[in-house]
DNA sequence: GTGGTCTAGACCACA
DNA sequence: GTGGTCTAGACCACC
């Protein structure tokens, strides 16, 4: 079964930690396609948390086009994943590298450094159990 | 002079744009040790924003040891940026690393556009006018 | 034979989904005035949902005269559609035309658009009296 | 000022109404871009409802990119109201004008007098730069 | 059983 | 002052 792992002391929302993490599942394979996440109710037991902060999170993600939820049976992940036009997506890459490599600079890390990190993060949503195809 | 930019539409929080951005430019070197930042009231006038919210951004950025906030004098770029421990910086690195990863393949994107984006990046630090040394 | 068409990632609900469609058929004539429904046994079978969710598609559209259902005997298009009185018919267009309209504008398409879409979904109605499934 | 009128009988979900009539308002100019809405607080009081219900309805407007909401200072009708796609347009302009074509039909309608209304309604939009309330 | 909406009220973050 | 998040608990709609 799924782990999650909340930390009320970051600052992050609860809702978006959730978030992110179902992402990185979706992301490696971890969930596939059609597979069903945990109820509402069950997961808001699990983890201790208000089952209206996974309504949050789970809508949130419905809306993004990452999971599918139908009323009355519960939430799925997306048979097709939503893939962004190249530009939209340059940009955004583009966002979130300037601000890892300013990061990874101020703390003083060497480039090769932050390049070896991001390889690393690559290979482990690639490396891992289920059919990610190595997408180039 | 130094130039800023603030976006009010990404919902990223003015006083956060403004740390990022001055991180940058010590990142780059378009800042360097000793240099001064300008006064908070003549930066809140050429933007258009409340003199608290420079507030918060210089006291997040002093409190972070990027800046030195010296009381009636100004904030001045501090002379010895924070190196963080090895570990640490490792942990944080894999952290971002993970997130754009994620994020990068959630939109679509190809490992190699990922990692070129950070390279980008990584390369606009270097590039710039002043002289920081491309740590390897 | 009927052929209807559920679509789970709209979030309507899929009873309203068959009503529509029925709706649909009957309005276009393609299901005319005796002619019977499937049974619900059979049309759960055939769309692969639960047979209670037909049961109040079936349910509702009695309710609303525009099939009677006959206990023991299956369901059959009613003899007689419901006419509403001109006053309400008028109120009722007026609140689906003002949704059409302003959802027309917010999408950015002009009158001529929006007044040629109804158009053709009037001669739609008229055209054929065999089924092409409504996609609505 | 802005009125709005919420019926809670109707089965809409009031964060929809909401969205709804403010989408109303744009949409016929008497909300204009960059005008601001009223507070949530100010308006869950005038409305009697709970602020969260506001919160969702500014919220997934704000999604749809038609208001802008600024932490801490408000929420404003956004300056570029979103532009969809012609062919998306097509498609979502068939679904809605289906829908009315069969309920016209349904009740009796003739087709000029389903299309006078949304002419009507068109006209509506365009003429008045004054709220007339919505009614949907 | 499932998800969706709403309330009452608390506390935090932003400008 | 503004909006954002979370809780506890109720009730409804869908399948």
């Given at each position: 079964?799924?782990h999650?792992?909340?930390?009320?002391?970051?600052?992050v929302?609860?809702?978006?930690?959730l978030?992110?993490?179902?992402?990185h599942y979706?992301?490696?394979?971890?969930?596939?396609?059609?597979?069903?996440?945990p109820?509402?109710?069950?997961?808001?037991?699990?983890?201790?948390?208000?089952?209206?902060?996974?309504?949050?999170?789970?809508?949130?993600?419905?809306?993004?086009g990452?999971?599918?939820?139908?009323?009355g049976?519960?939430?799925?992940?997306?048979?097709?994943?939503?893939?962004?036009?190249?530009a939209?997506?340059?940009?955004r890459?583009?966002?979130?590298?300037?601000?890892?490599?300013?990061?990874?600079?101020?703390?003083?890390?060497?480039?090769?450094?932050?390049?070896?990190?991001?390889?690393?993060?690559?290979?482990?949503?690639?490396?891992?159990?289920?059919?990610?195809?190595?997408?180039?």
């Amino acid at each position: 079964m799924l782990h999650f792992q909340l930390n009320v002391h970051t600052g992050v929302p609860v809702y978006r930690q959730l978030m992110d993490q179902i992402r990185h599942y979706v992301a490696s394979g971890a969930l596939a396609a059609g597979d069903a996440l945990p109820s509402i109710r069950e997961l808001a037991r699990a983890l201790a948390v208000n089952p209206t902060t996974i309504v949050k999170a789970y809508g949130e993600l419905g809306h993004e086009g990452v999971i599918d939820i139908r009323h009355g049976r519960g939430a799925f992940v997306a048979e097709l994943q939503p893939v962004w036009p190249a530009a939209r997506r340059r940009e955004r890459l583009q966002v979130l590298a300037s601000q890892l490599a300013v990061e990874a600079r101020q703390m003083g890390a060497s480039d090769p450094e932050a390049l070896d990190a991001l390889r690393g993060a690559l290979a482990e949503l690639n490396g891992s159990n289920h059919p990610t195809p190595p997408n180039s």
